[in-house]
């Protein structure tokens, strides 16, 4: 009795110490998809840019974040176009990128350079 006790308790160890958390399937994040980033017609306030729609294929929500010369302009924005002031270009070589969140680490960037003349 004493040899089946000894042995079915190291079975139970045995089967404790395999099982662990990356057992259960986890849940891979996928990109959401790419979109079109445009300029738009010159207005006198700024240059409006707009992009189609990103889907996420795990239907998380996507928002927006709009960067001009590596700077952030705006975050977490649900709209598809966006106005940049005049005041907020350099001339010359301006660099407009739009990275597209799932808020779950999932991004797609697109990005338009844009010549101003002074």
């Known amino acids: 009795m004493k040899i089946f006790k000894f042995l079915l308790l190291i079975g139970l160890t045995l089967l404790l110490f395999n099982c662990n958390a990356d057992d259960d399937q986890a849940q891979v994040n996928n990109n959401p998809s790419a979109f079109t980033l445009t300029e738009g017609a010159a207005t006198n306030i700024g240059i409006p840019f707009n992009w189609t729609a990103s889907i996420d294929p795990d239907d998380d929500e996507v928002v927006y974040a709009i960067y001009l010369n590596n700077n952030l302009l705006i975050e977490d924005l649900n709209a598809l176009t966006y106005v940049i002031e005049y005041s907020l270009f350099v001339s010359g070589e301006n660099i407009i990128l739009v ?6 680490g999932g991004v797609t960037e697109q990005e338009l350079v844009v010549n101003l003349l002074s």
């Not at 990275?99 to 779950?104: E, H, K, M, P, Q």
């Open 99 to 104: 990275i597209a969140s799932d808020g779950l």
